[in-house]
T-cell receptor, first 116, second 115 residues
């Protein structure tokens, strides 16, 4: 089945540790995104990538890092520099339309990160 | 800068009632795209509809309908004859034509449909 997978579903981390969240898509989409969602709030963009080996900071990139070595993979590392990492993290992808614009985003099931 | 406002934080209705979720947006671009997504309790967002700025035609899909009005910068979503399965958080989002890869989301409206 085509879609986006995120692993793990739940992740616990000790303060001061880096942790990497996985995101894989087999939709052959060009663009991929990482969002953070806090309780009762909307989605805030962390990083996005429109092409392999290139990515841009979103609105809240501090304390996070990403890589895009393959089209289908866009892992997110939450570093110890992120002050409040406990949140729900969502990965998404979208495809480039014939008019040159990106279309709707398809989302993975999310990873819930808790810092102990 | 682009901005999306969903003023209704929570809405509670009884099954079979109609309900409208409001979305107001701000953008300086003349080309932009509006979206609605549904987030059920499982957490995964599901795409519902996309509308571009050149198409003000309203759309109906089953019990769902959308009203796009550029004059008031609104893109409202109506559920007719609501059902318990409609209970979810609904997000409105905006992408500008100059950087259509990047979407700005509203804070969401939590809809609870009671039996």
């Amino acid at each position: 089945d085509g879609g986006i997978t995120q692993s793990p579903k739940y992740l616990f981390r000790k303060e001061g540790q880096n942790v990497t969240l996985s995101c894989e898509q087999n939709l052959n989409h060009d663009a991929m995104y990482w969002y953070r969602q806090d309780p009762g709030q909307g989605l805030r963009l962390i990083y996005y990538s429109q092409i392999v080996n290139d990515f841009q900071k979103g609105d809240i990139a501090e304390g996070y890092s990403v890589s895009r070595e393959k089209k289908e993979s866009f892992p997110l590392t939450v570093t110890s520099a992120q002050k409040n990492p406990t949140a729900f993290y969502l990965c998404a992808s979208s495809y480039l339309g014939t008019s040159g614009n990106y279309n709707e985003q398809f989302f993975g099931p999310g990873t819930r990160l808790t810092v102990l | 800068a682009q901005k999306v406002t969903q003023a209704q934080t929570e809405i509670s209705v009884v099954e079979k009632e109609d309900v409208t979720l409001d979305c107001v947006y701000e953008t300086r671009d003349t080309t932009y795209y509006l979206f609605w997504y549904k987030q059920p309790p499982s957490g995964e967002l599901v795409f519902l509809i996309r509308r571009n700025s050149f198409d003000e035609q309203n759309e109906i899909s089953g019990r769902y309908s959308w009203n796009f009005q550029k004059s008031t910068s609104s893109f409202n979503f109506t559920i007719t004859a609501s059902q318990v399965v409609d209970s979810a958080v609904y997000f409105c989002a905006l992408s500008e034509g100059t950087n259509a890869g990047k979407s700005t989301f509203g804070d969401g409206t939590t809809l609870t449909v009671k039996p």
